[in-house]
């Protein structure tokens, strides 16, 4: 029983996994073995003795991991089964003590939904999401796969407010609230690879700040094709527009043009490029 006492201390301060561990281990005989199940519940509800409380929860300890083990299927792998399982630990010892015989139901019955609620509570002390936040990002989500069962494809907003039952400003503050930023681990698993090693997050992920040379060369190309036989100015108003993401009135500002000068020469410059371009393809078609 000395390992007992190291796993179970006065009050239970430790949540360590290893505590789980050891405790599912094969442990010595012990003097409660030959008690029957009603005489185990009776001695204790008149004893509360430590060492007693201690074989309780090692004779039920199967059913922490039970519960862990179905909570686990519905969580990210990098949730680890022990952490859940020292959580449930805590929800057993609330059972173990509140328990009372009398009452005609099954101990394992009764603890079931104790251990459920001790794993959860921890769960949900460890999300920095609110849960009216999560309760709303689950309500838009389910009514949006349901709609794509049924239709084939994702609903506008308008068909989205419509399945929800909201309007306006309280359609605006669920949205809002089904986007919330997620974090996630970068060294979770992506996928399992053909080989021993899996392929994390980390492997996979795209770095925004690099571009493809190819692509580079590519619009460098397409530059010089559509600028060639024009002017200073409408060269600069091409690749102001498309390339600088400059408004009209800002490249009249930039030229010491109008507004609608620089619209017009603009319109006529497509005109021009469309032709060049049509001309262009004809001579490349005829090529191959």
């Not at 922490?64 to 449930?88: C, F, H, K, W």
């Not at 009209?248 to 000068?261: V, Y």
């Amino acid at each position: 029983m000395s390992s007992v006492k190291t796993i179970f201390p006065r009050g239970i301060r430790s949540k360590s996994r290893f505590a789980v561990e050891h405790a599912e281990a094969s442990r010595a005989p012990s003097k409660f073995d030959n008690l029957s199940v009603k005489e185990l519940w009776e001695s204790y509800r008149k004893s509360k003795d430590q060492d007693l409380r201690n074989f309780l929860m090692e004779k039920y300890l199967q059913l922490v991991r039970y519960n862990a083990e179905r909570i686990a299927t519905r969580l990210p792998d990098e949730v680890d089964i022990q952490d859940l399982m020292s959580a449930g630990l805590f929800g057993l010892k609330d059972a173990i003590d509140a328990f009372d015989l009398e009452r005609g139901v099954k101990f394992e019955t009764y603890c079931a939904p104790r251990i459920r609620g001790a794993i959860l509570d921890e769960l949900r002390s460890m999300d920095w999401v609110p849960r009216l936040v999560r309760h709303r990002t689950g309500r838009v989500e389910g009514a949006r796969q349901k709609f794509i069962m049924e239709q084939g494809r994702d609903p506008t907003e308008e068909e989205l407010a419509g399945r929800l039952a909201l309007e306006g400003e309280e359609f605006d503050k669920f949205r809002r609230d089904s986007s919330a930023v997620s974090t996630f681990s970068l060294t979770r698993r992506c996928f399992t690879s053909d080989g021993s090693k899996d392929i994390r997050e980390i492997d996979v992920i795209k770095d925004e700040s690099q571009r493809n040379p190819f692509n580079e060369i590519q619009r460098k190309d397409i530059k010089d094709l559509i600028s060639k036989g024009l002017s200073r100015a409408e060269r600069l108003i091409i690749i102001l527009y498309y390339y600088e993401e400059m408004t009209m009135k800002e490249i009249g500002a930039t030229l010491n043009l109008s507004e609608s000068r620089v619209s017009q020469m603009h319109s006529s410059i497509l005109a021009r490029l469309k032709s060049q371009l049509l001309h262009r393809t004809k001579d490349l078609e005829s090529t191959e």
